[in-house]
Structure formats: C-alpha cells, structure tokens
C-alpha cells in the first residue's frame, strides 16, 4: 500500500524489463512492480493485455523482419 502512495506522489521508478524493438520496450516498477510499456507515440503507458498481444506480434514481426534482412544482406 505504501509503495503505491510513493509511486503516486513521485513517479513510478522504471527498469527495462524487455527490448520488444529498437524504440518499443517493456518496463516494471521496481517499488510497486507495475508494468508499463511505450505507446505509438512515445508515451509510457500501463500495459494492458491488449497491449502485450501488440507487443508479442510487433516483437514476432521485427524479429522476422531482422532475419529477412540478415539472409539477403
């Protein structure tokens, strides 16, 4: 309860917890362990499991993406 107060009056305290792409990651309070992610527009959001469902697909994407260019590069 009382990590929840401090996270509300001085920010949440962010750790990346994973690379999804270059630009999009995911990250985890370390004081209320709350998951957060970065929006379209560069925003750090709350990650819904709407947004993990994007996140796996943009992940699942951006990988094949890579291998693509790796195999004619």
Known sequence: MLKHLFCKFFNHELVVKENVTQI?????????HKEFTTSDTGKTIPLTDRRKEINRTL???YKKRLKFKKSYS
Do not use: A, G, P, S
């Open 24 to 32: 999009v990651k995911e990250y985890n309070c370390i004081r209320c």
């Open 59 to 61: 992940r699942h994407l």
